[in-house]
């Protein structure tokens, strides 16, 4: 069992952190409390001072402690995420704060390997989580109330994420499969068929990962790439680039497939939903678009056609990323349409858009014999097929 880290800025929540440490050490974790408050001056209770935090930072305790909170609280994050990376004994982190808090603690918990326990109870927790949460497994908990005193909401809230974070701290490791070769793959609710159909034909002899391409599913695989977690991959549903390149909601970064091509994995690629730009409600959509073909997936999700010119565009920068794998790859080409709205009669039904796609695609590379036409949809059997002969060669 590791330490439990419970982390915040003592000088303004000392009271709320000792509570909470409490109730973590009666439910048996063995608690550490960290201040990582910017003020400079010492604060009662905590058993790694914000000092000796700071002094974690690259320019030691002075770049920390400069009289300005904007500056102070980044290099303060800084510091704590140079302070954990030093330890071995991190079993799970707790932090609380507001906005400022959040940002400050929530860096050194992405820093974390996946599967520490990591939960920030937050003011923020009930907006836009991704930049706090990233590609990581951090939990967020909405602390309902102001961090500011403890009271009949507070300690009802409080006493919930001391407990989970205690229960997962220390409870025994789980079985992970890691006996197996973990297989990364990325679906959408438009490629489902396919990739249920590869994790039939992959068997038992694998850990089969599989990422909701939402924005954040490809950057978190490409960060278990990068951790040596993940022996191959299977990035059959790229959508998130369609995202980045149009003005999505579901982008990843444009640092996607760079770890791909540092880590040199075996990586089988196709285009599956690059047919669609993802927005939330309706009413969501940017006027530009109005008079675009859109599809309703439901009350929150509206879906977005992509066009030939944006084709073009992303089977570009698609190219220029294939160009700079390092490892054995292969990119698949599904002529039949490449996602389950891309068929003859539904609403995104476009071959000239997909030809635009597959043509860039194919004019970019520099080995035009890793990227491959199959003249089948993304979901059909036949693919699913072709996808598991190109992954077997690319693993040999």
Known sequence: MGTAYVIGTFDTKGAELAWVAELMAADGADVRRVDVSTSGAASPGPDVTAAEVAACHPGGADAVFTGDRGSAVGAMAQALRAFLAGRDDVGGVLGLGGSGGTAL???????????????????????????????????????????????R????????????????????????????PAVGL????VTTPLVTAVRERLGDGVDALVFHATGSGGPSMEKLVDSGLVDSVLDLTTTEVADLLVGGVMACGPDRLDAIARAAVPWVGSCGALDMVNFGARATVPERFADRVLYE????????????????EIGAWLAAKLNALTGPWRFLLPLGGVSALDTPGAAFHDPEADAALFAAIESGVGSPGNVRRVAHHVNDPEF??????????VRR
């Open 105 to 151: 603690v929530t860096p050194a918990m992405r820093d974390l390997p996946v599967g520490v326990p990591k939960l920030m109870v937050s003011t923020v927790a009930s907006g836009d989580t991704a930049p706090y949460v990233g590609a990581s497994d951090v939990a967020m908990l909405h602390a309902f109330t102001d961090v500011a005193g403890l009271n």
């Open 153 to 180: 909401i507070s300690r009802r809230v409080l006493g919930n994420a001391a407990h989970m974070l205690a229960a997962a701290a220390t409870a025994p490791p789980p079985e992970t499969g890691a006996d197996l």
């Open 186 to 189: 990325t679906m959408f609710g």
């Open 297 to 312: 997936h439901n009350a929150n999700v509206t879906l977005m056609r992509t066009t030939v010119d944006e084709n073009r």
């Open 384 to 393: 699913a097929d072709a996808v598991l002969s190109a992954w077997q060669e």
